[in-house]
């Protein structure tokens, strides 16, 4: 239609300029002028319905585009649900798949039979105690004392410790027999003082397997 306006005011100038100003007159340049006017009219009319078409497929082809990568998503996740971390599941031996567990939580029979359980081995520890032992209680420059573990039970570890950190003491000894049997602990004095203390003695005991 705008090619054609060029056209048409062509047309109404000609009819003027055949016809001559007294025979127009007015009347034909008011028709002149609602020609051009139509003319705008209905380029502006057929351009406002191309901009609504073109907003109309602009929205439906995102629409369809939504729906379709939705469509997308859903198809995906179906996928994978019977996937675990991407490693898919298979009824029968498969590599690089993961063989669910039947209804008892057994392997099922075609990948071969199953063993029976073996034998439940002794327990490493048991019984745990602690056994303490304490020196007599005097002014006696060095004090000495041991604790044994029952019997039936062997040594894990021990320790010691003086009744008093005023004075001027010192653990000599802390330390287990040969036979991990016995903690012995010693202490003394550093230097001469009248007061009474005594020295004590911790075993960790319990019974040992093997």
Same mark, same amino acid.
């Given at each position: 239609?705008?090619?054609?306006?060029?056209?048409?005011?062509?047309?109404?100038?000609?009819?003027?300029?055949?016809?001559?100003?007294?025979?127009v +007159?007015?009347?034909?340049?008011?028709?002149?002028?609602?020609?051009?006017?139509?003319?705008?009219?209905?380029?502006? *009319?057929?351009?406002?319905?191309? @901009?609504?078409?073109?907003?109309? *497929?602009?929205? *439906?082809?995102?629409?369809?585009f939504?729906k379709?990568?939705?469509?997308?998503?859903?198809?995906?996740?179906?996928?994978?649900?019977?996937?675990?971390?991407?490693?898919?599941?298979?009824?029968?031996?498969?590599?690089?798949?993961?063989?669910?567990?039947?209804?008892?939580?057994?392997?099922?029979? /075609?990948? +071969?039979?199953?063993?029976?359980?073996?034998?439940?081995?002794?327990?490493?520890v048991?019984?745990?105690?602690?056994?303490? *032992?304490? /020196?007599?209680?005097?002014?006696?420059?060095?004090? @000495?004392?041991?604790?044994?573990?029952?019997?039936?039970?062997?040594?894990?570890?021990?320790g010691?410790?003086?009744?008093?950190?005023?004075?001027?003491?010192?653990?000599?000894?802390?330390?287990?027999?040969?036979?991990?049997?016995?903690?012995?602990?010693?202490?003394?004095?550093?230097?001469?003082f009248?007061?009474?203390?005594?020295?004590?003695?911790?075993?960790?005991?319990?019974?040992?397997?093997?």
């Open positions: 239609m705008k090619s054609r306006l060029p056209l048409l005011i062509s047309i109404a100038a000609l009819v003027v300029a055949a016809l001559g100003p007294g025979v +007159g007015s009347a034909a340049r008011d028709a002149a002028a609602g020609i051009v006017k139509r003319a705008q009219f209905a380029y502006r *009319a057929r351009y406002a319905r191309f @901009s609504r078409d073109a907003v109309h *497929a602009t929205r *439906a082809d995102r629409s369809g939504a379709r990568a939705g469509k997308a998503d859903v198809a995906a996740a179906a996928a994978n649900a019977g996937a675990v971390n991407g490693i898919e599941a298979s009824r029968t031996p498969t590599p690089n798949k993961l063989l669910p567990l039947d209804a008892k939580g057994k392997l099922p029979s /075609s990948i +071969g039979a199953v063993g029976p359980t073996g034998p439940q081995g002794p327990p490493g048991s019984g745990l105690a602690l056994v303490t *032992a304490e /020196s007599s209680s005097n002014s006696n420059t060095v004090k @000495s004392q041991s604790v044994s573990c029952p019997s039936g039970k062997r040594l894990l570890g021990g010691a410790s003086v009744s008093t950190t005023t004075n001027p003491l010192a653990i000599t000894r802390s330390s287990p027999s040969g036979d991990l049997k016995t903690w012995t602990a010693e202490a003394q004095e550093t230097a001469a009248a007061g009474s203390w005594r020295v004590s003695v911790y075993a960790i005991c319990a019974t040992v397997s093997g």
